[in-house]
């Protein structure tokens, strides 16, 4: 697919751990922007589909759904730093 290039703007402090993380992980600037927007989208896209299930079947509790989306945030920042050295 080809690329397009674009012009963002982002505070400073954003931009500095962009920059740190992809030096850190041999990733251009618009990789780490790239990877960044296509999980932001499908995170979006899950959300839209655990929506639908919840209209169809019933949703849980506030409680569950709270504890269920605190396990998928725990899960998503493992997998995105399971390459980060401590």
Do not use: C
């Not at 618009?30 to 959300?47: T, W």
């Not at 945030?73 to 995105?80: C, F, H, I, R, T």
Request: glycine share 2%; no cysteine; hydrophobic share 35%.
């Amino acid at each position: 697919m080809p690329n397009v290039k674009t012009a963002i703007s982002v505070p400073k402090d954003l931009f500095d751990e962009i920059e740190r993380y992809s030096k850190r992980h041999h990733l251009s600037r618009s990789e780490v922007f790239a990877q960044g927007a296509a999980r932001l989208l499908q995170d979006k896209r899950s959300r839209r589909i655990t929506e639908k299930f919840s209209e169809i079947y019933g949703s849980k509790t506030d409680d569950q759904d709270a504890r269920a989306w605190q396990n998928v945030a725990v899960q998503s920042m493992a997998k995105l730093l399971k390459d980060d050295q401590w």
